[in-house]
């Protein structure tokens, strides 16, 4: 164990997501089995520039396992991403005695830390939380599953709807660079179509399909959207386009939202929020900096977080063969 390290911070930034606080407590709860002391960094950056600051003991995480979003608040801070801003966020580590810090979120999140890391040599470890699974070196990020099973549960809601009516429902998700929710959600709740950005599969397709699925003897269809697809500028397009023409179809939308980013974290999330969190910290307290958390085969492992940012996640093409097949 590294004797340089004496107190840790942790804090959420970005995009909340279910498992955050898991994390958060498998983090407070490793310093203290390792008699590190720990303290919480309220609204992300922007609380350290401003030195929003708790301390944080064993007791003070009890309870919030099962809560999604996160205790420790979040935000985006525009102040942190100029130098002065970054100096104050130092001075105010400096001056409550933090000698490392954790950051909970995304690419975004990782590239303050990382810019932080090259000006002031300040050691920081990465866990990955965005429901959107688009980090590199992780196959699933902190609130992925519990978005995913929350889609599923809305789409099987609606498609009651849609087979009673004989309507047609264009369904969007998040995933504004990458069609993970939107593809295996999709095969989840049966949907006869998936739209995701790394697909463009053209309006053209997309008519075909639903004339095929139409001629098959189906009354109701479920077309699952990713909100990044490249197809039309929204599902509202998709659905003014159909109606022109495919005229026989009662189309609807469902914009899902951020109903996705809520709710109590899977037991997968929290498994894994608690996996996640212990390594960081003694990440750290092995004398490492600069790296990303992350789940590969089950097995926990690190990431420079250099990587994590600039890599690139990709879609399972089988998974898009599978769509294929079981949507006939």
Same mark, same amino acid.
């Given at each position: 164990m590294s004797v340089n390290i004496k107190k840790i911070g942790v804090l959420t930034s970005g995009g909340d997501s279910p498992g955050m606080n898991a994390a958060i407590?498998?983090?407070?709860?490793?310093?203290?089995?390792?008699?590190?002391?720990?303290?919480?960094?309220?609204?992300?950056y922007q609380g350290m520039i401003e030195g929003d600051f708790k301390e944080m003991g064993p007791r003070s995480v009890n309870n919030i396992i099962n809560k999604g979003g996160t205790i420790l608040k979040s935000a985006r801070s525009k102040e942190f991403m100029t130098p002065e801003g970054r100096k104050k966020a130092y001075d105010n580590l400096v001056k409550h005695k933090i000698d490392a810090f954790v950051v909970i979120g995304g690419?975004?999140?990782?590239?303050?830390?990382?810019?932080?890391?090259?000006?002031?040599?300040?050691?920081?470890?990465?866990?990955?939380?965005?429901?959107?699974?688009? *980090?590199? +070196?992780?196959?699933?990020?902190? =609130?992925?599953?519990?978005?995913?099973?929350? !889609?599923?549960?809305?789409?099987?809601?609606?498609?009651?709807?849609?087979?009673?009516?004989?309507?047609?429902?264009f369904v969007e998700v998040m995933g504004r660079d990458a069609g993970h929710i939107a593809l295996n959600a999709g095969i989840g709740a049966g949907a006869e179509e998936i739209l995701i950005p790394e697909e463009d599969m053209g309006l053209d397709r997309l008519l075909e399909s639903l004339r095929k699925s139409k001629a098959s003897g189906k009354s109701s269809s479920i077309v699952v959207i990713a909100e990044g697809d490249k197809i039309g500028k929204s599902a509202f397009e998709l659905k003014d386009y159909v109606d022109q023409n495919m005229p026989e179809y009662?189309?609807?939308?469902? *914009?899902? +939202?951020?109903?996705?980013?809520? =709710?109590?974290?899977?037991?997968?999330?929290? !498994?894994?929020?608690?996996?996640?969190?212990?390594?960081?910290?003694?990440?750290?307290?092995?004398?490492?900096?600069?790296?990303m958390v992350g789940l590969i085969r089950d097995e926990v492992v690190l990431t420079p977080l250099e990587n994590?940012?600039?890599?690139?996640?990709?879609?399972?093409?089988?998974?898009?063969r599978v769509s294929d097949i079981v949507s006939i």
């Amino acid at each position: 164990m590294s004797v340089n390290i004496k107190k840790i911070g942790v804090l959420t930034s970005g995009g909340d997501s279910p498992g955050m606080n898991a994390a958060i407590r498998a983090v407070v709860r490793t310093c203290a089995f390792h008699n590190i002391e720990c303290t919480g960094i309220y609204r992300g950056y922007q609380g350290m520039i401003e030195g929003d600051f708790k301390e944080m003991g064993p007791r003070s995480v009890n309870n919030i396992i099962n809560k999604g979003g996160t205790i420790l608040k979040s935000a985006r801070s525009k102040e942190f991403m100029t130098p002065e801003g970054r100096k104050k966020a130092y001075d105010n580590l400096v001056k409550h005695k933090i000698d490392a810090f954790v950051v909970i979120g995304g690419n975004g999140s990782f590239t303050g830390g990382l810019l932080f890391n090259k000006e002031y040599g300040f050691p920081v470890i990465g866990i990955p939380g965005t429901i959107d699974n688009d *980090i590199y +070196g992780t196959s699933h990020t902190l =609130g992925y599953d519990t978005a995913l099973n929350t !889609v599923v549960d809305v789409i099987d809601k609606i498609r009651d709807t849609a087979s009673s009516h004989n309507r047609l429902f264009f369904v969007e998700v998040m995933g504004r660079d990458a069609g993970h929710i939107a593809l295996n959600a999709g095969i989840g709740a049966g949907a006869e179509e998936i739209l995701i950005p790394e697909e463009d599969m053209g309006l053209d397709r997309l008519l075909e399909s639903l004339r095929k699925s139409k001629a098959s003897g189906k009354s109701s269809s479920i077309v699952v959207i990713a909100e990044g697809d490249k197809i039309g500028k929204s599902a509202f397009e998709l659905k003014d386009y159909v109606d022109q023409n495919m005229p026989e179809y009662d189309v609807r939308v469902s *914009i899902l +939202g951020h109903m996705q980013r809520g =709710g109590s974290p899977s037991c997968f999330d929290r !498994v894994l929020a608690s996996r996640l969190g212990v390594k960081a910290v003694e990440t750290l307290l092995e004398g490492n900096s600069n790296y990303m958390v992350g789940l590969i085969r089950d097995e926990v492992v690190l990431t420079p977080l250099e990587n994590a940012v600039k890599g690139k996640t990709h879609v399972d093409k089988e998974l898009i063969r599978v769509s294929d097949i079981v949507s006939i």
